[in-house]
């Protein structure tokens, strides 16, 4: 299931491609989302209000931790003002 993703570049929204790989089988997981600063991307609206930009990260860092092994690593990069944020998530 998982090879076929092995050595891979897979474009795509994350949340849709997260579907595709099974619980526990990524050994490090690293997402550099948008930080929601307004800056200009060509296809993604870097300007969500504060709840809804939260929310989009939870579900893809709800992902993250389903798909990596519990022997495994999860790495997000984003400014403090979201890590606090987080930081609860992972709880
Ligand atoms: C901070 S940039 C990543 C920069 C990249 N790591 C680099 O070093 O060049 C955030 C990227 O997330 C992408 N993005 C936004 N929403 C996404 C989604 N739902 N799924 C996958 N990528 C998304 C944006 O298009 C943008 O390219």
Same mark, same amino acid.
């Given at each position: 299931m998982i090879e076929k993703y092995i050595?891979?570049?897979?474009?795509?929204?994350?949340?849709?491609?997260?579907?595709k790989i099974p619980d526990n089988s990524i050994d490090m997981t690293f997402a550099d989302p948008p930080f929601n600063l307004k800056?200009?991307?060509?296809?993604?609206?870097? $300007?969500?209000?504060f709840k809804e930009y939260l929310?989009?990260?939870?579900?893809?860092?709800?992902?993250? *931790?389903?798909?990596?092994?519990?022997?495994? $690593?999860i790495? *997000?990069?984003?400014?403090?003002k979201w890590l606090t944020y987080f930081a609860e998530i992972f709880k």
């Open positions: 050595n891979q570049i897979i474009q795509g929204d994350c949340l849709d491609l997260f579907k800056k200009k991307y060509n296809s993604y609206k870097d $300007s969500l209000e929310d989009w990260c939870k579900k893809w860092i709800s992902e993250m *931790v389903r798909v990596t092994k519990p022997t495994g $690593s790495l *997000v990069h984003n400014i403090p």
